[in-house]
């Protein structure tokens, strides 16, 4: 069982930055940021593997990054040049290693999640 807990939302105005943390209670193979916005479905932003591998989404590339301090099982998004259309809420997710590889993969593929942490943009 692996408990998540995300912190680092608030409000900041168009071309600001924030970071996001995600707390983890233990190892994890596999950990991604989703976010979710008013009446929108949920979507994968960026994902690491154990080894540091990444991948992110295109509205994220070249904005965000993901990372990890591992000796603290604490998951990172610092997120920059953030846009109105960034306004969402923001989940940590994580799974165990198995056969499916770790990457953008749909909501099903992770089986832990975070309650959230909401990030709001004004323009």
């Known amino acids: 069982q692996v408990t998540l807990v995300e912190s680092g939302g608030g409000s900041v105005q168009a071309g600001g930055s924030l970071r996001l943390s995600c707390s983890a209670n233990?190892?994890?193979?596999?950990m991604a940021w989703f976010r979710q916005a008013p009446g929108k479905d949920r979507e994968a932003v960026a994902v690491?593997?154990?080894?540091?591998?990444?991948n992110y989404a295109e509205h994220a590339k070249g904005r965000f990054d993901i990372s990890k301090d591992r000796a603290k099982s604490i998951l990172y998004l610092q997120m920059n040049s953030l846009t109105p259309e960034d306004s969402a809420m923001y989940y940590c997710?994580?799974?165990?290693?198995?056969?499916?590889?770790?990457?953008?993969?749909?909501?099903?593929?992770?089986?832990?999640w975070g309650r959230g942490t909401q990030v709001i943009v004004s323009s």
């Open positions: 690491i593997r154990s080894d540091g591998l990444t």
């Open positions: 233990g190892y994890t193979y596999c």
């Open positions: 997710a994580a799974r165990f290693r198995d056969t499916r590889p770790c990457d953008m993969g749909p909501e099903s593929d992770f089986g832990y």
